[in-house]
């Protein structure tokens, strides 16, 4: 049984987005909304904390570094990232380089892994499997 077409519709335009249609952009839908209000509440002491964090002399390196970087992304945002496509300007032999040492540290995984199997006793030197 063939479907029944719509006269009034285009047939070259089936499904697909209309215009106008769906949530507006940066539009919140009910529970970011509500998510985003209960964390509001927290706001000034978030921030508090991330500036004690960042001046404890007591609190680790890398927990002060965190702490300034996302004060200044919050104040400030976050700087732009660009990505450039260099493919083409690379040295081949740079490429090739990488490739040979890739390929050099996924044999040495490998060998580490037979190593760690033939230790625990899941297979013999041949690689013959002994046990699940």
Known sequence: M????????????RGGRRPGSGRK?????KST????????DYTERAVR????????????????????????DRGHGRP????ENNVGKL???LIQRLQ???????AKAHERQR??????????ENGNKLRD
């Open 49 to 72: 904390t991330l500036v004690e964090v960042m001046e404890d002399p007591e609190a680790p390196p890398a927990a002060r570094v965190a702490a300034a970087d996302k004060l200044l």
């Open 33 to 40: 909304r509500a998510l985003k209000e209960l964390a509001g």
């Open 2 to 13: 063939k479907a029944k077409l719509n006269p009034t519709k285009k047939q070259d335009k």
């Open 100 to 106: 040979t040492d890739m390929v050099e540290r996924m």
């Open 115 to 124: 190593q760690i199997l033939i230790e625990r006793g899941f297979i013999d």
């Open 80 to 83: 732009a990232v660009t990505i």
């Open 91 to 93: 040295d081949p032999d």
């Open 25 to 29: 952009p940066g539009s919140l839908n």
